[in-house]
Structures are given as structure tokens and as C-alpha cells.
């Protein structure tokens, strides 16, 4: 009843198809992979230096590709659902010059890993990019895409091999080419996640802590409510900027720093959208902890319960939830065995994330399509490895 995850090899084996079709009839020389991911907990609190809880994803971005002699770049992408052009092909500037964004958009991902790699000079290269993340569904697409091609240029020109380095040179390229003021969380998940566990990531050390996460009576389940969203317009860079605003009137330097009472302290200062906004963060910072514990003593049912608290506050504090949403979740908690359902993602369309009994799954998903406006898309994954080379 659940869409079957793509298998790796089976990317690799489109993408080196797409390949020859369109570069001579040549075949790759470099293959790598990197994950998307799914977040159990701690939403919207990265950028504001709090705890996250994500996973990564057995869905990756596989590319493949061959070094050329001279500064010519040239990429397909087999990805579907993203705009045309599915080719791009540029020179790459000279004398540490930037490279511009442009169109199509989904080029704007790979320019910006090349300005941000970090180390230079950087050949030229064919390549082909293909991908099972969803797009638009919350479960980063676009760090997966930006960790495949920071891997993949580590082959071709390698780095001094430091992952958090890596993570946050893939985050520069979201900022500075995609123009969304994204936090650590996707790419530092993508670069690093482990098979059988979550990662705690402290957003302000970028310290992680491996959470076991394979208990075989234990499945999360994504269910994709196919509302796609986009990060790039108006509501994600202003829940920043009321975050930043909030933390400047308490006098922190990060919402992370402030308590509750810190909050109420001040809550005549604070317009009462900026108030609801802050009171989510604050609150969501110590949930994250809080099922962490829950999740390494084999607390289900407290997890699930934080979950859920995670999710009624992004729906009324942070308002970044939608009706669509709201439903896959009402819907997992009305059956037997379901743990715990939120959101997960940036919000206003995407993906939830339940977990749930392993027993349960079938019954959930009939539940969920019986009582879902929509048409959903529903993923059985598990904690799976970050970025890795894939042998051709």
C-alpha cells in the first residue's frame, strides 16, 4: 500500500542511462549519493541555535559524472517534476570570480555548492543528477541535492574532508543562490546521518549525538499530502526575522538562550504574532530534548505525545501548518498503535511524520486515504547513512 523507495542501484542505473544519451555515448566515471531527511522533531528552531531530531532518509539524490580537460560545466537532470530547462551548461569563472544564479532554478542549488566548495581550483565535469526525494514535500530535496554535489566534487577535486565544513559550505549555497535563509539542520543530517539512528544536533555548538532509532517493532512512516511548498517566498524568511526580532527584545542573541519566563517578562514589548511566534521556539527547544530522552529509553508513547504537542504548536504559535496537514495528522491518531504524528518540514504543504507500530502500518494507511481529502503518498522508511560514493 506504500509507494516502494527507488533503490540506489536503480537511480544509478537511470542517471548513467541519461549519461550516454547525452554525452556521446560515454559513460560516468563517479557516482555518489546523498540523503534527504526527515525531521521527528524540533521545527523552525535551527536557525534559532535550539535542537533538532531529523533522520536520514533512505530517498537520495544520486549524480554521476565525468572530469573534463577545460572549465565547461554541463548537467542534466532526470528529476521529475522540476521546470525546463533539464540541461544547463556554463563556464566556470576565472580568478575566484562568483558564479551567478540564473534560470532554470534548480541549477541555482549546484552554482551555488561550486562557489561555496572549498577547495579550488575546480575542473571541469559533466554529470547527471537524479533524485527520489520528493520535491516541495519538506523532506529537503534541495540539501540532498546540494550534499550530492559537494560529494561529488570531492572526487574530482578533494577537500581537506571535514563534514561540518562540508555541511555549512552546502548551506552558503542555499542562502546565497536558492535565496532561502535556511538553517544547519538538512545539509549537517545529509552529511552526516547514520544508519539504525536519529541525530540530535545542537544547533549552536553543531555537536551531534547518535539516538538509536532501530527497534524492529518500531516504522516511521511519511505520508505526503502532495501540496507542494516552496521555502523561497515570503512566510519562511519572516517567521526569521519575527524570531530575530523577539530575541533582540529579550536581549538574547538567540531565541535559544531564552526561557519562558524570559518571554512572559517581556510579553508587553512583543507584538502578540511576534509573542506566539517566540513562545513556539522556546517551547520547541525543550520538547527536542525531551524526546530525545524519550526516544533513547524506549519511550514511545511520550515521544508521540511531544510530537503531537510539536505539531498543535506549529499549527497555532509558528502558523506555518495547513488544513491538508492538519488531517494526515487528526487521521494517524485515530488508530490503534500510532505513537505520535506532526508535520515535519518548513509547513504549508509537505509531509507528516508518524511513528507507529510496525503492525499497525496497513491499517494506518487505509485509515489515512479513507479520511484524507487528498491524494497521499505514503513512504515506510528508516534512519539510513549520509553521503556516500557508490561504485559504477
Same mark, same amino acid.
Given at each position: 500500500? *506504500?509507494s516502494l523507495?527507488p533503490?540506489?542501484?536503480d537511480?544509478?542505473s537511470?542517471?548513467r542511462q541519461v549519461f550516454?544519451?547525452n554525452?556521446d555515448?560515454?559513460?560516468p566515471e563517479?557516482?555518489?549519493?546523498?540523503p534527504?531527511?526527515?525531521?521527528?522533531?524540533?521545527?523552525?528552531?535551527?536557525?534559532n541555535?535550539?535542537?533538532?531530531?531529523?533522520?536520514a532518509? +533512505? $530517498?537520495?539524490?544520486v549524480?554521476?559524472?565525468s572530469?573534463i580537460?577545460?572549465k565547461?560545466?554541463?548537467?542534466?537532470t532526470?528529476?521529475?517534476a522540476?521546470?525546463?530547462?533539464r540541461?544547463v551548461d556554463?563556464v566556470? /569563472?576565472?580568478d575566484?570570480?562568483p558564479l551567478s544564479?540564473?534560470q532554470?532554478n534548480?541549477?541555482?542549488y549546484?552554482?551555488?555548492?561550486?562557489?561555496?566548495?572549498?577547495?579550488k581550483?575546480?575542473?571541469g565535469f559533466k554529470a547527471?543528477?537524479?533524485?527520489?526525494?520528493?520535491?516541495g514535500g519538506g523532506l529537503?530535496?534541495?540539501?540532498s541535492l546540494e &550534499?550530492?554535489v559537494?560529494?561529488?566534487l570531492?572526487?574530482?577535486? +578533494?577537500?581537506?574532508g571535514d563534514?561540518v565544513a562540508k555541511a555549512?559550505a552546502?548551506?552558503? #549555497?542555499e542562502?546565497?543562490?536558492a535565496? &532561502? /535563509?535556511c538553517g544547519?539542520m538538512d545539509?549537517?543530517?545529509s552529511v552526516?546521518?547514520m544508519e539504525?539512528? #536519529?541525530?540530535?544536533i545542537?544547533?549552536?555548538?553543531l555537536e551531534?549525538t547518535?539516538v538509536?532509532?532501530?527497534? /524492529?517493532?518500531?516504522v516511521i512512516?511519511?505520508?505526503n499530502?502532495n501540496?507542494?511548498h516552496?521555502l523561497?517566498?515570503?512566510?519562511? +524568511?519572516?517567521r526569521?526575522?519575527?524570531?530575530?526580532?523577539?530575541? *533582540?527584545i529579550?536581549g538574547?542573541t538567540?531565541l535559544?538562550?531564552?526561557s519562558l519566563?524570559?518571554?512572559?517578562d517581556?510579553?508587553?514589548?512583543l507584538e502578540s504574532?511576534?509573542?506566539r511566534?517566540?513562545?513556539?521556539?522556546?517551547e520547541e527547544?525543550k520538547?527536542? #530534548?525531551e524526546?530525545?530522552?524519550a526516544?533513547?529509553?524506549?519511550?514511545?508513547?511520550?515521544?508521540?505525545?511531544?510530537?503531537?504537542?510539536?505539531h498543535n504548536?506549529l499549527?497555532?504559535?509558528?502558523e506555518?501548518?495547513?488544513?491538508e496537514?492538519?488531517? $494526515?495528522?487528526?487521521?494517524?491518531?485515530e488508530?490503534d498503535?500510532v505513537y505520535?504524528?506532526?508535520?515535519?518540514?518548513? =509547513?504549508?504543504? =509537505?509531509c507528516t511524520v508518524?511513528l507507529?507500530e510496525?503492525?499497525?502500518?496497513?491499517r494506518?494507511i487505509q485509515?489515512?486515504k479513507e479520511h484524507y481529502?487528498?491524494?497521499?503518498?505514503?513512504?515506510i522508511?528508516? /534512519?539510513?547513512? =549520509?553521503a556516500?560514493i557508490?561504485?559504477?
Amino acid at each position: 500500500m *506504500a509507494s516502494l523507495v527507488p533503490r540506489v542501484t536503480d537511480l544509478v542505473s537511470e542517471a548513467r542511462q541519461v549519461f550516454h544519451d547525452n554525452f556521446d555515448g560515454l559513460d560516468p566515471e563517479v557516482a555518489v549519493c546523498a540523503p534527504g531527511r526527515v525531521n521527528l522533531i524540533g521545527e523552525h528552531t535551527d536557525y534559532n541555535q535550539g535542537f533538532v531530531l531529523p533522520m536520514a532518509l +533512505p $530517498l537520495v539524490t544520486v549524480m554521476v559524472g565525468s572530469r573534463i580537460s577545460d572549465k565547461n560545466v554541463s548537467i542534466v537532470t532526470a528529476t521529475k517534476a522540476v521546470e525546463e530547462p533539464r540541461r544547463v551548461d556554463f563556464v566556470l /569563472p576565472k580568478d575566484n570570480q562568483p558564479l551567478s544564479p540564473g534560470q532554470p532554478n534548480w541549477a541555482n542549488y549546484i552554482k551555488g555548492v561550486l562557489q561555496h566548495y572549498r577547495a579550488k581550483p575546480l575542473p571541469g565535469f559533466k554529470a547527471v543528477v537524479v533524485s527520489s526525494v520528493p520535491l516541495g514535500g519538506g523532506l529537503s530535496s534541495s540539501a540532498s541535492l546540494e &550534499v550530492a554535489v559537494y560529494t561529488f566534487l570531492q572526487q574530482l577535486c +578533494p577537500d581537506d574532508g571535514d563534514k561540518v565544513a562540508k555541511a555549512e559550505a552546502c548551506q552558503k #549555497a542555499e542562502h546565497t543562490h536558492a535565496g &532561502v /535563509p535556511c538553517g544547519i539542520m538538512d545539509q549537517f543530517v545529509s552529511v552526516l546521518g547514520m544508519e539504525g539512528h #536519529a541525530l540530535l544536533i545542537d544547533c549552536r555548538s553543531l555537536e551531534a549525538t547518535l539516538v538509536p532509532l532501530a527497534d /524492529p517493532s518500531l516504522v516511521i512512516l511519511i505520508t505526503n499530502s502532495n501540496v507542494r511548498h516552496s521555502l523561497t517566498g515570503s512566510e519562511y +524568511p519572516s517567521r526569521r526575522r519575527q524570531c530575530e526580532e523577539a530575541a *533582540a527584545i529579550l536581549g538574547k542573541t538567540s531565541l535559544r538562550e531564552a526561557s519562558l519566563k524570559d518571554l512572559e517578562d517581556t510579553k508587553g514589548r512583543l507584538e502578540s504574532v511576534t509573542f506566539r511566534r517566540a513562545r513556539h521556539v522556546i517551547e520547541e527547544i525543550k520538547r527536542t #530534548a525531551e524526546a530525545a530522552e524519550a526516544l533513547k529509553r524506549g519511550d514511545y508513547r511520550e515521544f508521540g505525545r511531544l510530537m503531537v504537542e510539536s505539531h498543535n504548536s506549529l499549527r497555532d504559535y509558528y502558523e506555518v501548518s495547513c488544513s491538508e496537514l492538519d488531517e $494526515l495528522v487528526s487521521a494517524a491518531m485515530e488508530v490503534d498503535g500510532v505513537y505520535g504524528s506532526r508535520m515535519t518540514g518548513g =509547513g504549508f504543504g =509537505g509531509c507528516t511524520v508518524t511513528l507507529l507500530e510496525a503492525d499497525a502500518v496497513d491499517r494506518t494507511i487505509q485509515h489515512i486515504k479513507e479520511h484524507y481529502s487528498g491524494s497521499p503518498t505514503f513512504y515506510i522508511t528508516k /534512519p539510513s547513512d =549520509g553521503a556516500q560514493i557508490l561504485s559504477l
